[in-house]
T-cell receptor, first 117, second 116 residues
């Protein structure tokens, strides 16, 4: 049981290049998320997928696209990378629920450290 | 506008003493709060959570207190151990009212340093 896995771990891009960050989870979770973390900042939500076949924008979606390939996989694509997208990217998954009597958490992957020069 | 605030960027505590980390929020729709611990070069790991229907939740050495009227929560770690040295993030979501998936809103984190 690997939890949430992300590839690659590190990536360096030149401005204008494109790439796709991959994320997979083996916990049979319905929802998946992409966050970015910049130095001295908390994590900020880029996009999320409430269930297979749906995606929605988060707080900072500009410059990104996502694909929920199936229940396990959720990818994040940078079509034309910019230096402002230098960051650490985290994928997470959960089974959401609206019952406040039940516990809930999001499980995070180890992150992808992306540098755009 | 920052909806979740952790006003102490760092906190130094002696081993064996109590560590108290604070978090304030502004969005009244938030009804579920989580604390995550993060080591360098790793993803955040879940510590403890609390829903707005409670004011306290305990798990071993960790206790989270929620004061809804003040929009304030705190994480207590007793006793503090060297392995507790990490960055702690407070996060919030609108689980009941949010509908759909529950993206988390994070604070900027507090770097806890446990001194021997």
């Amino acid at each position: 049981n690997a939890g949430v896995t992300q590839t690659p771990k590190f990536q360096v891009l030149k401005t204008g290049q494109s790439m796709t960050l991959q994320c997979a989870q083996d916990m049979n979770h319905n929802s998946m998320y992409w966050y970015r973390q910049d130095p001295g900042m908390g994590l900020r939500l880029i996009y999320y997928s409430a269930s297979e076949g749906t995606t929605d924008k988060g707080e900072v979606p500009n410059g990104y696209n996502v694909s929920r390939l199936n229940k396990r996989e959720f990818s994040l694509r940078l079509e034309s990378a910019a230096p402002s997208q230098t960051s650490v990217y985290f994928c997470a998954s959960s089974t959401p629920g609206h019952d406040l009597h039940k516990n809930y958490e999001q499980y995070f992957g180890p992150g992808t450290r992306l540098t755009v020069t | 506008d920052q909806q979740v605030k952790q006003n102490s960027p760092s906190l130094s505590v002696q081993e064996g003493r109590i560590s108290i980390l604070n978090c304030d929020y502004t969005n009244s729709m938030f009804d579920y709060f989580l604390w995550y611990k993060k080591y360098p070069a790793e993803g955040p790991t879940f510590l403890i959570s609390i829903s707005s229907i409670k004011d306290k939740n305990e798990d071993g050495r960790f206790t989270v207190f929620l004061n809804k009227s003040a929009k304030h929560l705190s994480l207590h770690i007793v006793p503090s151990q060297p392995g507790d040295s990490a960055v702690y993030f407070c996060a919030a979501s609108a689980r009941y009212s949010g509908g759909g998936a529950d993206g988390l809103t994070f604070g900027k984190g507090t770097h806890l340093i446990i001194q021997p």
